[in-house]
């Protein structure tokens, strides 16, 4: 049996909100996989304070704007820093751009709408892709 994949959160928009606080209904959906989480932001030292991002209940990893998620290194030192093959992975990401080169590293990404909130649609995501 292969190991068991690792889901990439994104932060600011999806998992956290503006205010800092955590969207509840995708707490609830992320605690009922057994996976290891892990929440990708590009949060500078200010940014990770003002989202609160030190009290998210899992993991954060960040490159503080250096490079941006939209670049192909965040991805790849990412993956480098954890010893992750694309393939261990999935991910939701709000931003398009950012999704898409997280594709383009050959990463399974979902294009997370954070102005519809659709839990559903993001469940169907992993069950499918986990």
């Not at 990770?48 to 998620?69: G, I, M």
């Not at 030192?77 to 931003?95: M, S, T």
């Not at 398009?96 to 990463?107: D, L, N, P, S």
């Amino acid at each position: 049996m292969s190991a068991m994949k690792t889901i990439l959160v994104d932060a600011i928009n999806g998992f956290v909100l503006e205010d800092g606080s955590i969207l509840e209904p995708m707490y609830k959906l992320l605690e009922s996989y057994p996976n290891k989480k892990l929440v990708l932001t590009g949060a500078n030292d200010e940014q990770f304070k003002h989202f609160k991002l030190d009290q998210v209940p899992y993991e954060v990893f960040t490159l503080k704007h250096n490079p941006e998620k939209t670049d192909p290194q965040y991805f790849k030192i990412l993956l480098e820093k954890y010893g992750f093959a694309a393939k261990d992975v999935v991910y939701f990401e709000h931003n398009t751009e950012a999704a898409q080169t997280a594709q383009f590293v050959g990463i399974t990404t979902y294009f997370y709408d954070h102005t519809k909130e659709d839990m559903d649609a993001l469940k169907q995501f992993l069950d499918k892709n986990l």
